[in-house]
């Protein structure tokens, strides 16, 4: 996927009154992971990722490859944190599947 010649200008952090949207970077794996096992019950049901329990390993790597992906604009993954407790995700969303032509 070729990126227009001006790429857009996408932040890596989006902070809120209560919450800190940010982009998935390694080291967060522990906390994602922590995350999709607390909710595993509701999330595989709707997830198309979710169909197996993942390691802390198998999540860490997701993160690193979709930080990789954020930077090179292929996929843009958000991870959303509260911000009165830095170490606990409670969600994600992003922008996927983009057309930048």
């Known amino acids: 996927m070729d990126l227009p010649l001006e790429s857009p200008t996408i932040p890596d952090v989006?902070?809120?009154?209560?919450?800190?949207?940010?982009?998935p970077m390694p080291g967060d794996g522990l906390a994602?992971?922590?995350?999709?096992l607390e909710?595993?019950?509701?999330?595989?049901?709707?997830?198309?990722?979710?169909?197996?329990?993942?390691?802390?390993e198998e999540t860490?790597?997701?993160?690193?490859?979709?930080?990789?992906?954020f930077v090179n604009r292929v996929d843009l993954p958000m991870l959303v944190w509260l911000r009165e407790?830095?170490?606990?995700?409670?969600?994600?969303?992003?922008l996927h599947r983009m057309d930048w032509a």
């Open 14 to 23: 989006i902070e809120t009154e209560r919450l800190v949207i940010r982009s």
């Open 32 to 36: 994602v992971n922590a995350a999709i």
């Open 39 to 56: 909710t595993w019950d509701a999330l595989h049901h709707w997830m198309p990722w979710a169909r197996e329990r993942p390691t802390v």
């Open 60 to 69: 860490e790597e997701r993160m690193r490859q979709s930080r990789t992906n």
């Open 85 to 94: 407790r830095p170490t606990v995700v409670v969600g994600g969303t992003g």
